[in-house]
Antibody
Framework: QVQLQQWGAGLLKPSETLSLTCAVY????????WSWIRQPPGKGLEWIGE???????NYNPSPKSRVTLSVDTSKSQFSLKLSSVTAADSAVYYC?????????????????WGQGTRVTVSS | QSVLTQPPSVSEAPGQRVTISCTGS?????????AHWYQQLPGTAPKLLIY???NRPSGVPDRFSGSKSGTSASLAITGLQAEDEADYYC???????????FGTGTKVTVL
């Protein structure tokens, strides 16, 4: 059974850098893309970006310029850094595994999720 | 804001049927991209409910079904139960944004 466990700082000041890590237990780490998704309080889900085991990445155009994704295959972990945070970045952040069936219009689905980390940005 | 639009809320009595629409455009669902659905119970992470428009992962009751037509996808819940009270989100890919997009979300209330 695949499990994702995430951790990171939950309280930040404006202009600081958000840093979260997600560890994958069970199943293969390669062969998938690993995503970060966030949910502001009382709002919907927003995909931030994804990375695979070789470090290939895809990002949401916003907030792409502030996002850095990295991977440590030796530990089956991947990480998110979001720089220059503001109150608008306050959200629950989830890590997730993206699974893609073959096919021209196939869309990666998020089949396993971490428990979520609540991040608050406040001065 | 999201490019996939859902009704903010739907409600129905136990045992009844509800449907949730997910309206997109020619750059996502209308282009032929598949849609997935997630259920989010209060205070928990989303759970994959329907994938590739109409398929259920193992363990999801057959009360849940999905379909896609044109620029929209739909989720139906039959035999509504109290435990189905949750937020539901659709998800697809948008070629204009070159990324994955979620619907605005729908809160299902069991009366």
């Amino acid at each position: 059974q695949v499990q994702l466990q995430q951790w990171g700082a939950g309280l930040l000041k404006p202009s600081e850098t958000l840093s979260l890590t997600c560890a994958v237990y069970g199943g293969s780490f390669s062969g998938y893309y690993w995503s970060w998704i966030r949910q502001p309080p009382g709002k919907g889900l927003e995909w931030i970006g994804e990375i695979n085991h070789s470090g290939s990445t895809n990002y949401n155009p916003s907030p792409k310029s502030r996002v850095t994704l990295s991977v440590d295959t030796s530990k089956s972990q991947f990480s998110l850094k979001l720089s220059s945070v503001t109150a608008a970045d306050s959200a629950v952040y989830y890590c997730s595994r993206g699974f893609l069936e073959s096919g021209g219009f196939a869309v990666r689905r998020f089949d396993y999720w971490g428990q979520g980390t609540r991040v608050t940005v406040s001065s | 804001q999201s490019v996939l639009t859902q009704p903010p809320s739907v409600s129905e009595a136990p045992g009844q049927r509800v449907t949730i629409s997910c309206t997109g455009s020619s750059s996502n669902i209308g282009a032929g991209y598949d849609a997935h659905w997630y259920q989010q119970l209060p205070g928990t992470a989303p759970k994959l409910l329907i994938y590739d428009n109409s398929n259920r992962p193992s363990g999801v009751p057959d009360r849940f079904s999905g379909s896609k037509s044109g620029t929209s996808a739909s989720l139906a819940i039959t035999g509504l139960q109290a435990e189905d009270e949750a937020d539901y989100y659709c998800q697809s890919y948008d070629s204009s944004l070159s990324g994955y997009v979620f619907g605005t979300g729908t809160k299902v209330t069991v009366l």
